[in-house]
């Protein structure tokens, strides 16, 4: 049997985090949702399915899996908006030689299609290869509804996030096999609950931080640097060579990716993978994409003065959240100057430029340029580009050819957004 993880059309309510990448490699807990899959599967996933778009991509991320291939075996196919756990599999029961679809709510979370169905399907998918799965596409095939958590926003990922941290905890320690204590502490660090932490191979803690797994776990990948008086209360993940900067209070449900330098206050944030906020500041509830760079004292609010429910603005409409508690959306590769300020429930798309006093609107359209006050313009294609190859050859990361038009793609694609909103 083949497995494949696909996206549907739920990947636009999670612009501008899923520009540059399928949904499921957003980071909910110490793995991707494309992790999660795989774990829990032991690794037995063939193939994965995206947008056309970012087809090239997905096959330099993922060069030993099969993308956006139709397959004629049999094949379970697994939408990768699913937050996986064991329970969701233990569900997911079938016969050999009968087709099943099984829905939670009104989406699709799983689909498994024999050779005979798959091949009735091909001539179509070929033509519409994307999305793959409605319910509309399937004829007299059976339906299971299930209990599974699906991911509709990104606050969702935010608030499952320490529970995922907990949940992952247990699948890496398991990997471990006890030794999960491995690279160097020198005196003077404070480890409360330590069996609650994992610190992998080459990482180093220097003295006086405190790393308080008391009310959930710690998880430190390899080669991280946690620098001297940071404190640390778990749930918590640190992705492989990250830096946590002197004196940085990272509080619970918090997931840092690999490659990033942080500093300052973090509380109830995900961030993918090299980014930095280095300095002091608050960022808290908020997702922030990879390549971003956060300027000192750039703060966001994440609860409103008379604690109402916070609105969203996703995919050109506005989305109550339901929450009291939510900060900040940031783009991949966008940038923030010193002191900036971000209102409640505050998107800023990719490839942003802002900087200088005041308070910028609460929603700002990919490849805006300007300060808090305005007027705000176009970040050109040009000079976005010519921005990001520097970055990313500091971290020893090639732009590649792929990659570059992609970004011209977005950039044409969010035109009519930045007119729209009044972009110079």
Known sequence: MKIYIFEDEGYKNFLPLTYFRPVYDLRCGALSLKEKIEKYLKNKVTGLHTRKELTGVTKESYPKKDINNFPTDYSLFINGRIIADKNFFKEIKFEKSIDQLFISGDTIVAAYLT??????????????????????????????????????????LITFNGDEIGNDFYLLAKEMKGKTILGKIHKGVHLLNRQNIIMDRESEIHPGVVLDASNGPIIIGANVLIMANSVITGPVYIGDDSIIKIGAKIYSNTSIGDSCKVGGEVDSTIIQSHSNKQHDGYLGHAYVGSWVNIGADTNNSDLKNNYSPIKVTINGKLINTGLIHFG????DHSKTGINMMFDTGSVVGVFCNLYSAGLPPRYIPSFTRGSGSGPLKTNSFEMSIDTAKIVMARRNVQLTKEYEELVKIVFDDTQTERKQTGIL
Do not use: C
């Not at 900040?328 to 783009?331: F, N, Q, R, S, V």
């Open 115 to 156: 050779p005979q169905t798959l091949e009735s399907m091909k001539k179509y998918w070929l033509g519409n290869p994307f999305p793959l799965f409605q319910v509309s596409n399937f004829k007299n095939i059976p339906i299971h509804n299930i209990d599974a958590r699906v991911a509709n926003y990104p606050w969702d």
């Open 328 to 331: 900040t959306i940031l783009g």
